[in-house]
T-cell receptor
Framework: AQSVTQPDIHITVSEGASLELRCNYSYGATPYLFWYVQSPGQGLQLLLKYFSGDTLVQGIKGFEAEFKRSQSSFNLRKPSVHWSDAAEYFCAVLLSGGYQKVTFGTGTKLQVIP | KAGVTQTPRYLIKTRGQQVTLSCSPISGHRSVSWYQQTPGQGLQFLFEYFSETQRNKGNFPGRFSGRQFSNSRSEMNVSTLELGDSALYLC??????????FGSGTRLTVV
């Protein structure tokens, strides 16, 4: 079945430490890939996207993600986390022929400790 | 440029009632999608409208419906509300670039 998996429900990191959030997808073809961030009670903000080309993509707020076709993964990284990065992060996929029907992972809640 | 505007932000309804939520997309965006977010089920796709036509529909009962107007504004309606319909309802708009921009959502509480 087609799915998006974020294996980590909660992650706690210290401010200034590096961060990697995992995302795996299960689709027959390479979908469009996204990472969104959501602060409590708010909507979703796009961090970055991958459609094709260079497999390392840069996003806003210092985030980057790497697409690895062989692993069906699209992990999100940040070299140094700030307290303001505490939020919930969602990986999402869109099939190329699927109009705008986006499938989201279950999310990873990030806690940042001083 | 203005973002996606959803109204109202908060809503409290009683079981059995119906509710209408509104979404104004970014100017020039013709696709509007709706999502339901709950702690138990996460983010789930409801439906997508493009040029006043429903192009795609998620796996929700017929109590959930929507429409899009000629100015691309969209409404979704939920009839015969159930407690389980309590959720954050998110609207997103997009152009042909396939990138969704989300609104802040409408928090619906059914009591």
């Amino acid at each position: 079945a087609q799915s998006v998996t974020q294996p980590d429900i909660h992650i706690t990191v210290s401010e200034g430490a590096s961060l990697e959030l995992r995302c795996n997808y299960s689709y027959g073809a390479t979908p469009y890939l996204f990472w969104y961030v959501q602060s409590p009670g708010q909507g979703l903000q796009l961090l970055l996207k991958y459609f094709s080309g260079d497999t390392l993509v840069q996003g806003i707020k210092g985030f980057e993600a790497e697409f690895k076709r062989s692993q069906s993964s699209f992990n999100l990284r940040k070299p140094s986390v700030h307290w303001s990065d505490a939020a919930e992060y969602f990986c999402a996929v869109l099939l190329s022929g699927g109009y705008q029907k986006v499938t989201f992972g279950t999310g990873t809640k990030l806690q940042v400790i001083p | 440029k203005a973002g996606v505007t959803q109204t109202p932000r908060y809503l409290i309804k009683t079981r059995g009632q119906q509710v209408t939520l509104s979404c104004s997309p970014i100017s020039g965006h013709r696709s509007v999608s709706w999502y339901q977010q709950t702690p138990g089920q996460g983010l789930q796709f409801l439906f997508e409208y493009f040029s006043e036509t429903q192009r795609n529909k998620g796996n929700f009962p017929g109590r959930f419906s929507g429409r899009q107007f000629s100015n691309s504004r969209s409404e979704m309606n939920v009839s015969t509300l159930e407690l389980g319909d309590s959720a954050l309802y998110l609207c997103a708009s997009s152009t042909s670039d396939r990138v969704n921009t989300f609104g802040s959502g409408t928090r619906l509480t059914v009591v």
